[in-house]
């Protein structure tokens, strides 16, 4: 055998093994956001609620109120589900700047709380980290494997895993807002003009975000005082808030279709997901 036609072999092998790891992946992968999703359809509860009525907002603080009198139309039916799709970009570095492109899809369902991010992080041409996301049944979950099939992290239950994905779970209702009515469990204190605190119960577990909101009664921001922070194997607590812009009608609803996330840390702000909203499905109440 020549050098060239050993070269054509080594070349034709190495592809099938890159065509052989992609598919063998995409279909473990497939399967397990399957699984997931039916999990989070069991779980679903029947609506408390069929349509959104103003008079049940009479009682929350004034800038709450301006949010619901701004983002939603009386009468219309309540989100019982929702499904996302995004475009942005991931920091993959805990002290510096490793931005890296990804695509994702986000199933929720809002009674019982629950969702699936299904991301695609592109690491380098040809080579992605696949990564879920999501809360179920009280229990967080946090994968990501190369190619679907190599796992870099793999975490699940309950504890801070599961309140922080909670936490995302409320922070992210800007995307479907009728969420955030007390008829779906969502209770408001005031703070201030322009700020309230919205307090959610699932099961065990209860957290309070701070929502703070614009002039033209979108929401501006959301945050949570300590959210847990996965450093190596290692979990810390940091002040944690995300950013809303591009607000957009949608149906009956205003949505923002932007945002960032990031850490509030002692040494300066740590932005680490930048996306934007490419679609978005409500289902709705009967």
Known sequence: MTWFHWLLFTAGALALLWAALTAGGAWRWNAATRAFIARLDAQRLPASAARYDPREIEGLPAPVRRYFSTVLTPGQPLVTTATLEHTGSFNLSVTGEQWKPFTSRQRVVVQRPGFLWDARIA???????????????????????????????????GGELARGE??????EAAWYPTALLPSQGVRWTAVDDHSANATLSDGALSLTLLFRFDDAGHMASVRAEARGRLLGQQVRMAPWEGTWSNHQRVGSMTVPLTGEVAWLLPEGRKTYWRGTVTSLRHGRSA
Do not use: E, I, N, T
């Not at 999501?134 to 946090?142: C, I, N, V």
């Not at 909670?166 to 922070?171: I, Y």
């Open 166 to 171: 909670l936490m995302r779970f409320l922070a």
């Open 123 to 157: 690491m380098a041409p040809g080579v992605a980290v696949r990564v879920h996301d999501g809360y179920a049944d009280g229990q967080g979950l946090l994968h990501a494997a190369v190619f679907g099939l190599f796992d870099v992290a793999d975490m699940q239950g």
